[in-house]
């Protein structure tokens, strides 16, 4: 028997898991003493059975301990397999030392979580010259791709679409999901010039006129490169794009500066937001 148990605001997927796969829906207690220390009790028998902890790692740090300590626990009270389930998978974007003396975060926080779980299952995690989440977890990975569910829903509900890729790195995902959809694709040049700043190229946007733009990322943090690319598309005389995220972090009021720039916003559920309107959840267990 698995047992899904959710970590708090996890409690829909997790449900929505173990309807699926005819499982156990578990419970846990989680709260904070006054000094700001996490209580954890698992409110499940789970002795005997596989465990699955569902949490997204969106804003990943006031989670961690309540994670861990979740993870130790259903090991000490006789779980078989400690599992996570982590739609989004946070701190893989640091994989390099940029400058002398920085943390490489990625590496550091797969150990973390490699001495609490057996295995990790996530969504198209943001990767650079990582390759394989092997290169940093010494347990097993399973990484789904959201690109079949986003290609159903631009054919669902977008007419002429025009797929456009963030960067040259998004080049191969944002193939894969125009060809799933059966529409053409184009690939921006981006150039970051800081956390919360970066510029667009789009050249040679004319000859696409008459399709609806659909701009696609993984995440959409600061939202300045879809804001960035919504601008160009605005003054070459399209339709204000149609944008695509799969995962919906939108710190500070992204969010807004990017709806006042697009005809619509739709996100997958890897991360609880209001603009989601695309399940992976069937995914993470196929």
């Known amino acids: 028997m698995t047992i899904y148990i959710p970590l708090p605001g996890n409690e829909a997927m997790a449900a929505e898991l173990a309807e699926l796969t005819n499982s156990e829906l578990g419970a846990l207690e989680l709260r ?8 954890v009790r698992i409110a499940s028998d789970v002795a005997g059975n596989a465990v699955e902890l569902v949490c997204t790692l969106a804003r990943p740090d006031p989670q961690l301990p309540g994670l861990l300590f ?36 990625s590496q550091h926080f797969a150990r973390l979580l490699a001495g609490a779980f057996d295995r990790v299952v996530t969504v198209d995690p943001h ?28 054919k669902a509900h977008v007419e002429k679409p025009l797929i456009v890729g963030p960067d040259v790195e998004s080049e191969q995902w944002v193939a894969d999901v125009a060809q799933r ?23 040679g946007l004319q000859k696409w ?16 490169t879809m804001i960035e690319a919504a601008h160009h598309f605005e003054k070459a005389g399209f339709a204000k794009p149609v944008c695509v995220v799969v995962h919906p972090l939108f710190a500070d009021d992204a969010y807004e500066a990017l709806e006042a720039v697009s005809s619509r ?7 609880p937001h209001v603009s989601v ?10």
């Open 181 to 203: 959809a059966g529409a053409p694709h184009l690939v921006l040049t981006k150039v970051r010039l800081g956390d919360r700043d970066v510029e667009v190229i789009a050249p």
């Open 209 to 224: 006129k008459g399709l609806q733009p659909v701009l696609v990322d993984d995440i959409a943090s600061s939202g300045r």
């Open 127 to 154: 990767l650079h010259r990582i390759h394989d989440l092997g290169e940093v977890f010494s347990i097993n990975t399973k990484v789904v791709h959201a690109a079949p569910a986003l290609a159903d829903w631009i």
């Open 265 to 271: 916003i739709v996100s997958t559920n890897t991360i």
């Open 277 to 286: 309107g695309i399940s992976i959840t069937s995914l993470l267990v196929s």
């Open 70 to 105: 979740a993870a130790y626990t259903a090991r000490e009270l006789g779980a078989t397999s400690v599992g996570l389930i982590a739609p989004y998978l946070a701190y893989m974007r640091q994989d390099k030392r940029f400058s002398d003396g920085e943390s490489v975060s």
């Open 32 to 39: 904070r003493f006054p000094d700001e220390e996490t209580y």
